[in-house]
């Protein structure tokens, strides 16, 4: 499976708490995306469950099939997520890696449509 991962971070410090309870709102948003098959996730093994996102602190790294379809619906998520939360997610520090069997174009074609 060829798979993308996308890293951002916010751009506004909140207290920790605060910051939490928006980062679970997140997490919501993405588990809800995987159940109804909107997006797929990374598997690490076969027996493995698919990951979509894993959260640290204030960093996220995010999991998708190479797909315009994938990558705007992740867009879509991210929206949504600035929009509740107030938060914004900062393009210059995000990155997008992809694995080594993705071609240069579909990787800038994924890159294009997250503008990182």
Partial sequence: MRGSGYRFTTTRP???YLFIICVEGLSTLFIHAKAKGVIHGVKIS???HTISHLLFADDSFLFFRVSP??????KNILSTYEATSGQAINLHKSVIFCDENVSQGDHNNISSILSV
């Fill in 69 to 74: 379809n994938e990558a705007f619906k992740m």
């Fill in 14 to 16: 909140l207290c920790s």
């Fill in 46 to 48: 076969r027996n493995a």
